[in-house]
């Protein structure tokens, strides 16, 4: 098992059932690529923030972060797939792999699970 941290920026003037339906597009891209156990565990909607600087011509972002358990070896598909989506949408994401240290520690993943080399 390997988990995943996402985080997604998505516009600032996005309303948010726009930002539920990208949601949805994104868990249901990594359920499909995740093979046998695919679990996004967390949904955290941090909500609209400030940038620091100016993105794109926009001085705020709607962040979201997804803690996610796969047995995939990547999240390929959904960074693909992020990466092509139209800026006036998706400002930014980053996809970490998160240590099995630390993901013990958060509780994602059990101790008696052996972590996958490679």
């Known amino acids: 098992m390997r988990v995943y941290e996402l985080m997604i920026i998505y516009n600032g003037d996005l309303d948010e059932e726009a930002v539920a339906a990208w949601q949805d597009q994104v868990t249901t891209n990594i359920e499909a690529e995740g093979g046998r156990v695919p679990t996004v565990l967390d949904t955290e909607p941090w909500g609209r923030r400030r940038f620091a600087y100016q993105i794109d011509h926009k001085w705020e972002g709607f962040y979201v972060v997804l803690e996610v358990v796969t047995e995939a070896n990547d999240l390929a598909s959904t960074d693909r797939i992020l990466r092509l ?20 520690r958060r509780g994602l993943i059990g101790e008696a699970e052996p972590a996958d080399v490679g």
Do not use: N
């Open 85 to 104: 989506a139209d800026r006036s949408d998706v400002v930014r994401h980053k996809i970490m792999r998160l240590p099995d240290d630390e993901a013990t």
